[in-house]
């Protein structure tokens, strides 16, 4: 038997590297988001992803029953092992399923303290009350020092971060970003802003100072499952490939909406966004437009065995 050639350790061109991102999310059996969106979001923009699977959720397309966390040991066990193989230029943190595990991911976080963090935090409505309670106390004081980039959605990080706000006016981005800012986050990028009227959504990314980049979006007709993670794990991609945060955000939110534009319902819950929609030609289905008749498992059936013994 042949022994294989290791490969050399160095010598690598340029073209062989790709810029590697530590992404801590769960799995989504839906394919909505979750480790699966930012598999594929961060891939099409050029980066290298390194999965840390937290748990999983139990879903549909339209909601989510349940979520089976890892236990902390297996996620430090996950990370660590592929950090001392493979230098990675940002860490990403998606649903990391309970306050152990996120204790986990801000250790990790602290000792590669010169890798920027981007942490989502996704609605968690779906949750009971305790658990939530508990899951963003531990966030806040755990993960939100580490963090470099906090996105969520305007709804989820107001009642979040301002939980006692009293003006009449709602909370504006740098009113949330001041609010991150003092547990430590520079940079706050809020999702689905309500504007005037009810027709269009803002998204900004701000700090407490200023807004620096903005987006107005009309209202899509269909119910999203997933936005978050796509465009958090865009933004990750795109910094982890050396764009400056205000260029990252701005192309995030293109791929955002390219993704959103192509997207489809695969079952009978929420639409999905197309994460793919870069990859497909105007004519990719159209050698099927005149086949009435789908496809089955009988027409990919391997022939029948004939060999006797």
């Not at 902390?72 to 230098?87: G, H, M, N, S």
């Not at 701000?206 to 465009?231: C, K, Q």
């Amino acid at each position: 038997m042949n022994t294989p050639t290791p490969l050399p350790d160095e010598g690598q061109s340029p073209e062989m590297a790709h810029p590697c991102v530590l992404c801590f999310n769960s799995n989504d059996p839906s394919g909505a988001g979750g480790l699966t969106a930012d598999i594929l979001a961060m891939s099409s923009v050029g980066a290298h992803v390194l999965a840390i699977c937290t748990g999983s959720y139990v879903r549909d397309t339209a909601e989510v029953f349940d979520h089976v966390a890892v236990e902390d040991e297996t996620v430090d066990e996950q990370a660590r092992t592929i950090l001392e193989d493979i230098a990675v230029q940002v860490i990403k943190i998606g649903f990391c399923g309970s306050p152990d595990v996120l204790s986990t991911v801000a250790e990790i976080c602290a000792d590669y303290a010169d890798v920027p963090v981007v942490a989502y935090m996704p609605s968690l409505s779906w949750w009971q009350d305790d658990p939530i309670d508990d899951y963003q106390d531990a966030f806040m004081e755990l993960v939100l020092p580490q963090t470099t980039v906090l996105v969520g959605n305007h709804s989820t990080l107001w009642r979040w971060l301002l939980p006692d706000w009293g003006s009449d006016r709602t909370p504006s981005a740098r009113d949330l970003a001041k609010a991150a800012a003092e547990k430590g986050v520079p940079y706050t990028f809020v999702t689905g802003m309500p504007q005037t009227g009810g027709q269009h959504l803002e998204n900004a990314l701000a700090t407490p100072l200023n807004v620096m980049v903005s987006e107005t979006i009309e209202r899509f007709d269909a119910v999203f499952t997933g936005t978050g993670d796509t465009l958090s794990a865009a933004l990750a991609g795109l910094l982890a490939m050396g764009d400056d945060l205000e260029a990252a955000a701005g192309e995030a939110l293109g791929y955002l909406d390219g993704s959103l534009d192509a997207g489809f319902r695969p079952g009978m819950g929420h639409a999905v966004a197309d994460r793919l929609f870069w990859a497909h030609s105007i004519d990719d289905n159209s050698e099927f437009e005149d086949d009435d008749t789908a496809a089955t498992a009988e027409d990919f059936s391997l022939p029948g065995h004939q060999t006797r013994h």
